[in-house]
């Protein structure tokens, strides 16, 4: 049974960088698209972007210019930077994995997810 | 953009059959998945490819997809089945999910 673990900070000061880790365990890194969501108090998913097992990335346009993701196929993990957080980057961050068929592309797997604060 | 409507909330007694649509211009030639969220949870994948059902998901679970509208069936809810229920296609143009705004489920 795939499983998926975020860990990092949960409390990150404006202007600094929110930094995550996903790790993958009962099954390897090495295929898929890993993928990071997002969800703020009482709203919806909001998709933050996707790397694929040789690093290929896609990321949400809104927030291209502040994330970045790798992943350690020796580690079986894969992480989330977003820079220059503020306020509005407070959420409940998730990993999961994605699975594609044809032209569309599901997400099978989830992580617990991780609360990620921003503030002084 | 892709846009998804699905109706903020769905209320219906213990035993019935509840049924979430989810709205989309022509949205039978995407394929449709959706994801039962419970408070303070990670959603969970109950429907793929518009009918497909994960493993441990129970038969009471379908889904179909027709013209406008995809559809995800309940059958016999129970109090178990409270959650936010959200529908999902992938936009192959922009590549990245489309998500429905998410019905919530509440069972009387």
């Known amino acids: 049974q795939v499983q998926l673990q975020e860990s990092g900070p949960g409390l990150v000061k404006p202007s600094e960088t929110l930094a995550l880790t996903c790790t993958v365990s009962g099954g390897s890194i090495s295929n898929y698209y890993w993928t990071w969501f997002r969800q703020s108090a009482g709203k919806g998913l909001e998709w933050i972007g996707r790397?694929?097992?040789?690093?290929?990335?896609n990321y949400n346009p809104s927030l291209k210019s502040r994330v970045t993701m790798s992943l350690d196929t020796s580690k079986n993990l894969f992480s989330l930077k977003v820079n220059s957080v503020i306020a509005a980057d407070t959420a409940m961050y998730f990993c999961?994995?994605?699975?594609?068929?044809?032209?569309?592309?599901?997400?099978?797997?989830w992580g617990q997810g991780i609360l990620v604060t921003v503030s002084s | 953009s892709y846009v998804l409507t699905q109706p903020p909330s769905v209320s219906l007694a213990p035993g019935k059959t509840a049924r979430i649509t989810c709205g989309g211009n022509?949205?039978?030639?995407?394929?449709v998945h959706w994801y039962q969220q419970r408070p303070g949870q990670a959603p969970i994948l109950v429907i793929y490819y518009d009918t497909d059902r994960p493993s441990g998901i129970p038969e009471r679970f379908s889904g179909s997809n027709s013209g406008n509208t995809a559809t995800l069936t309940i059958s016999r809810v129970g109090a178990g089945d409270e959650a936010d229920y959200y529908c999902q296609v992938w936009d192959s143009d922009n590549d990245h999910p489309v998500f429905g705004g998410g019905t919530k489920l509440t069972v009387l």
């Open positions: 022509n949205i039978e030639t995407y394929s």
């Open positions: 999961a994995r994605s699975i594609d068929r044809g032209y569309s592309s599901t997400f099978d797997y």
């Open positions: 790397i694929s097992a040789r690093g290929n990335t």
